[in-house]
């Protein structure tokens, strides 16, 4: 079982930067994909980002150009970088672990809540 911790969110200002981070608790370079994910009140979890274990990278069309995923092995943490944060992305972010062994499985971290004021 994987274990997973977000910390980072907070309150900020619509055009400022916060930076999400996601602990695991084994090895990420053994997880086959990680991801952000998010979840506004009355509204579907929806993805925003996802690295594959080689580092590739995909976006969801509305943060694209102002969100970055990153990870570091040997920190075994996963990282979003959100520069010009806008009202639209105040919801509550969720690290995503994806393993195809022993069986597929997902894993969920508690979330971390970001608010964004206008």
């Known amino acids: 079982q994987v274990h997973l911790v977000e910390?980072?969110?907070?309150?900020?200002q619509a055009g400022g930067s916060l930076r999400l981070s996601c602990a695991a608790s084994r090895s990420i370079h053994i997880i086959d994909?990680?991801?952000w994910y998010r979840q506004a009140p009355g509204k579907?979890?929806?993805l925003v980002a996802r690295i594959s274990d080689e580092g590739s990278t995909n976006y969801a069309d509305s943060v694209?150009?102002?969100?970055?995923?990153?990870?570091?092995?040997?920190?075994?943490?996963?990282?979003?970088q959100m520069n010009?944060?806008?009202f639209e992305?105040?919801?509550?972010?969720y690290c995503n672990a994806?393993?195809?062994r022993?069986?597929?499985t997902n894993y969920w971290g508690q979330g971390t809540q970001v608010t964004v004021s206008s």
């Open 33 to 35: 994909r990680m991801a």
């Open 89 to 93: 992305d105040t919801a509550v972010y």
């Open 102 to 104: 022993p069986y597929p």
């Open 64 to 80: 694209k150009g102002r969100f970055a995923i990153s990870r570091d092995t040997g920190k075994n943490t996963m990282y979003l």
């Open 98 to 100: 994806y393993m195809l």
């Open 84 to 86: 010009s944060l806008k």
């Open 44 to 46: 579907q979890r929806e």
């Open 7 to 12: 910390s980072g969110g907070g309150l900020v």
